[in-house]
Antibody
Framework: QLQLRESGPGLVKPSETLSLTCSVS??????????WGWIRQPPGKELEWIGS???????YHNPSLKSRVTMSVDTSKIQFALMLTSVTAADTAVYFC???????????????????WGQGTTVIVSS | IQMTQSPSTLSASVGDRVIITCRAS??????LAWYQQKPGKAPNLLIS???TLQGGVPSRFSGSGSGTQFTLTISSLQPDDFATYYC??????????FGQGTKVEIK
C-alpha cells in the first residue's frame, strides 16, 4: 500500500527557508487520478492547505502564503518537496504531505479530498 | 470560502448519538469532506462528497447536507471515536479550506 513520509529539519531560524521532503513508498505519483499536496497545522489550530501539484507540472498554492511557496518533484527518487521562504514564528506547525483526489468534471479537473496522509513532521521557527 | 463548525467541543458518553455541524460561507454543493484526527496523528478521511462513506469506516458514521449546511452523525459513540473532527470544502478551484474542528470528549 502506498505510503508517504515527511522529513526535514525540526528547527528553522526566522527569515530562513524551510525545506521539507515527502518520500513516496510502495507506489509512484505519476497517477492520472491524483494531485499531491501539503497541509499544515499550527499548534492547537485547524488545518491549512498550503498547495498541491499534478505530476505533469501544474501547481496551485494558497494565496495567503503569497509567493513564499515552491513545490518540486524528483521522480527519480520518488519524492516531492516543499520550500517556504522567509519563515516567521507563524509558520511553526506540523506539516503533512498528502495524496489528493483528482475529480474530472464537465468543467475540467478539480482537486478533491486528501485520502492518504503522511505522519506529519513538526517544524519550529525560532532563533 | 470559510467553514464554521459547531460545537467546538462536545462532551458525550459511549452509546450517545453525536451530531456535528459544518456551515460554509457560500454554497459548496456537495463538495464536502469529513476527517477524524487523533492526537499526534494525521487526519483520516471518513466521508467525501458530503455523504459517501470511505472504505473501512464504520457504518455508525454518516454525513448529510448540501449547499451551506452539513452534518456528521455518529449513531452510537464508541471509545475509539473520541477525537477531533474537521470538515473540508473542495468546491472552489482556488483554495481548499477546513473548519476549525470539533473535539469530541468523554463526558
Amino acid at each position: 500500500q502506498l505510503q508517504l513520509r515527511e522529513s526535514g529539519p525540526g528547527l528553522v531560524k526566522p527569515s530562513e527557508t524551510l525545506s521539507l521532503t515527502c518520500s513516496v513508498s510502495h507506489g509512484s505519483f505519476d497517477s492520472n487520478n491524483h494531485y499531491w499536496g501539503w497541509i499544515r497545522q499550527p499548534p492547537g489550530k485547524e488545518l491549512e492547505w498550503i498547495g498541491s501539484f499534478y505530476y505533469s507540472g501544474s501547481s496551485y498554492h494558497n494565496p495567503s502564503l503569497k509567493s513564499r511557496v515552491t513545490m518540486s518533484v524528483d521522480t527519480s527518487k520518488i519524492q516531492f518537496a516543499l520550500m517556504l521562504t522567509s519563515v516567521t514564528a507563524a509558520d511553526t506547525a506540523v506539516y503533512f504531505c498528502a495524496r489528493q483526489s483528482r475529480i474530472v468534471t464537465v468543467r475540467g479537473p478539480r482537486r478533491g479530498v486528501f485520502d492518504l496522509w503522511g505522519q506529519g513532521t513538526t517544524v519550529i521557527v525560532s532563533s | 470560502i470559510q467553514m464554521t463548525q459547531s460545537p467546538s467541543t462536545l462532551s458525550a458518553s459511549v452509546g450517545d448519538r453525536v451530531i456535528i455541524t459544518c456551515r460554509a460561507s457560500q454554497s459548496v454543493s456537495t463538495w464536502l469532506a469529513w476527517y477524524q484526527q487523533k492526537p499526534g496523528k494525521a487526519p483520516n478521511l471518513l466521508i467525501s462528497q458530503a455523504s459517501t462513506l470511505q472504505g473501512g469506516v464504520p457504518s455508525r458514521f454518516s454525513g448529510s447536507g448540501s449547499g451551506t449546511q452539513f452534518t456528521l452523525t455518529i449513531s452510537s459513540l464508541q471509545p475509539d471515536d473520541f477525537a477531533t473532527y474537521y470538515c473540508q470544502q473542495y468546491n472552489t478551484y482556488s483554495v481548499e479550506t477546513f473548519g476549525q474542528g470539533t473535539k469530541v470528549e468523554i463526558k
